[in-house]
């Protein structure tokens, strides 16, 4: 079926692997890209068949040629860890089936405190309803989490870096002691994707993403992907099946074709967002940027050992100024559209505050904090923009 078969003599480069991975040209009739297969009901040539369950597709809930070459690619990209990969309609539909695949009641759950805010609602308003212990832990506290773990620990839920604070976790870490302790590590991987952070070949055993942001690319698909080990796979395909969780045959479609051109659109990204946090670095307005991938980030040794590239999502302390400083910024800018997600083309901008959930730790950054998505633009014209923001945060000032 796939082309992406690169035996180990002959490993290929992950662009490569992002290009050719998937393709079954034989069977679409020559055509690089499948068909979107719009379907339900699989036909059964035999009775005999029928009773044996014997076809290669089923049901259209449990997969199409569509959904086969989106997977093929992503396992690919994965590496040689991922057992399987899951669909899912949304990025938050991607971590709340991982949970509910893994967890049962009286589990414990390990959270860190930087975490999507929509799992930890999710943590909050349901699992704990279904009885799961949750305890939140500093994205900083690498081996030391040791003493948060209890008889009943199942899993831990990692996310670095932080989508909105950007501290980078000390993965490896935490997924030893995890493993010491017979518990999973669950991790969104949506910032880097698997392209730039590997986390199956670092202790993950599932790492999921919101493919609505990088893979997607385009700010016009909602979905979700959940990659697992071998020891992880069989309780997430079964959660999968029991759930009925499956995404949309267009949305595979537009998810596919976004990994074909992933690999060029995050370099682009990267050297953008890196240029930009640099120039903002030195900004008389800016009291810090939050990018793992600068020298003085305090993340930076993690984010170099782990990680092979940064996206385009960073955030900023301003110096202190009036509320109404930074709406006027928000205002005056128009290349950064103001909104919410990341990964898609355009810039973005949005002011947010990590106090308003975290639990167990203080953020305290100094000033006013902005998200920054870095899309394609030119960057000189990115500056432009912020140029024109900034002379407005300081005649309102
Ligand atoms: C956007 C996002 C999600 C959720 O994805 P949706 O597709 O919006 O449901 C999960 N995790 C992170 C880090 C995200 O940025």
Redesign the pocket.
């Known amino acids: 079926m796939s082309s992406s078969n690169d035996g180990p003599s002959n490993p290929k480069k992950p662009e490569t692997r992002l290009v050719t991975a998937g393709r079954d040209t034989k069977g679409q009739r020559g055509f690089v890209n499948p068909p979107v297969f719009h379907g339900s009901t699989v036909l059964y040539p035999t009775a005999e068949d029928l009773h044996a369950h014997r076809a290669e597709f089923s049901y259209g809930r449990h997969g199409s040629p569509t959904t086969r070459a989106l997977q093929d690619v992503l396992m690919s990209l994965e590496g040689p860890q991922c057992a399987g990969v899951g669909l899912a309609p949304?990025?938050?539909?991607a971590?709340t089936t991982t949970l509910l695949s893994v967890l049962k009641a009286g589990d414990h759950l390990l959270v860190t405190d930087n975490v999507?805010r929509?799992?930890r609602n999710f943590c909050n308003g349901m699992l704990v309803r279904y009885g799961v212990e949750i305890t939140y832990f500093d994205p900083l506290i690498g081996a030391g989490i040791e003493r948060l773990f209890k008889p009943n620990t199942r899993a831990v839920l990692v996310?670095a870096p932080g989508?909105q604070s950007f501290e980078m976790s000390d993965i490896p870490a935490i997924a030893a002691v995890a493993h010491a302790k017979g518990a999973l590590v669950i991790d969104?991987n949506?910032?880097a994707t698997p392209l730039f952070h590997r986390s199956l070949d670092q202790g993950v055993d599932i790492s999921m993403q919101?493919a609505?942001?990088y893979i997607g690319g385009h700010s016009d698909i909602?979905?979700?992907t959940i990659s697992a080990n071998a020891k992880a796979w069989p309780l997430l395909t079964e959660g999968i099946r029991l759930l009925g969780v499956c995404a949309g045959p267009d949305d595979v479609f537009l998810a596919l074709r976004g990994t074909r051109t992933l690999a060029v659109r995050l370099a682009q990204h990267h050297r953008s967002a890196l240029e930009m946090a640099r120039w903002l670095a030195a900004r008389p307005e800016v009291l810090r940027v939050l990018h793992p991938a600068l020298e003085t980030h305090p993340g930076h040794d993690i984010w170099k050992r782990d990680f092979t590239g940064a996206s385009g999502l960073f955030s900023i302390v301003l110096k202190p100024v009036p509320q109404a400083a930074v709406d006027a910024l928000l205002d005056a800018v128009t290349l950064f559209g103001m909104g919410y997600?990341?990964g898609g083309f355009e810039s973005l901008v949005i002011p947010f505050d990590c106090n308003a959930y975290r639990t167990a730790t203080k953020w305290s950054p100094g000033g006013p904090t902005l998200r920054l998505h870095i899309g394609l633009e030119n960057v000189d014209d990115l500056k432009a923009d912020l140029d024109r923001g900034f002379a407005a945060l300081k005649a309102a000032c």
């Open positions: 949304s990025g938050l539909a971590i999507y929509p799992s996310e989508s969104d949506t910032w919101a609505t942001k909602m979905f979700g997600s990341w």
